[in-house]
């Protein structure tokens, strides 16, 4: 290629040269009125590169409100969200058995278990309705939105579980105001590796959705206590294992843990809240299963953690 300048010299034609090709280069490289901008929205999951679906070919799509017995809830600043509450008796055959085992072993104010709670709170008692206990199903790890918020708590004669739903991703926030309410009223959260997960999560996930959080409740974490309490009698210490080899109970038609994701966001999707009733089960089977194994720590447990 040559210049069209007259009496231009060699090095001045390839400087003109050059200088065409470098705008010829851009304009091949620029960007056309088709091209659509991207838009990128941290509050919410990227979209799935396919459909998500989870609902049966031909079946019709269950709403919530078939699926599972509940109500929704507002909250004055965050919205509102829905509400499962339910009592241990309801959930599995095995929840009455579980909740006279919690009030038996540690009902008494003398209870060991107590004694210890009070001894970290530095308060001369604790009282058994003082403990809330926490379960969280989230919509996927690295900071995922948390979904369902499974609290549970002694309620004068019942053990009472309350479960609250974010129906879309923005209600993440009014879930997570109910449950920073709910922990201002209680002295001590009980939790499953809570300490790095569960309390921890809240804490990020409240500030993304810019939900004010303060935690003052005594954290007892029954992963570090079974660890010590069982770690001899079975082969790990996850929560279903030690459901299994020191509960005596075994789960059936439960969702794997690996699909609540997936379900969550299927559901978000089409409305079918066929697995959102079965991940509620699920979270409220974990939950009994925290005061099931709080039950039968040995009181010689709580004895030489005190010393």
Known sequence: MTSDVPNASGTDRAILDLRRKLREERGAHAPTAE???????????????????????????VPLHEAVTGAEIGHATWGCAFLRTTVARDVCRHGDKVHRRLMERCGASDAPMLQHLASLRSVAQIALGDLLFLDLETAGLANAPVFLVGLMAVEGEDLVITQYLARTYAEEA??????????????VLVTFNGKTFDLPYMRVRAAATGVPFCCKAAHLDLLHVSRRAWRDQVPDCKLQTLERRICGRYREDDIPGTEVPEAYHAFVH????????RIMDHNARDLLTLADLLARIPDEHWQSAAR
Do not use: K, M, N, W
């Open 174 to 187: 009014a879930i997570t105001a109910h449950f920073v309410a709910e922990l201002q009223r209680r002295g």
């Open 270 to 277: 089409t409305g079918d809240a066929t697995d959102i009733a």
């Open 35 to 61: 091209t659509p901008a991207l838009v990128y929205r941290r509050d919410l999951p990227q979209p799935s590169p396919r459909p998500v679906t989870r609902t049966r070919a031909g079946a019709q799509p």
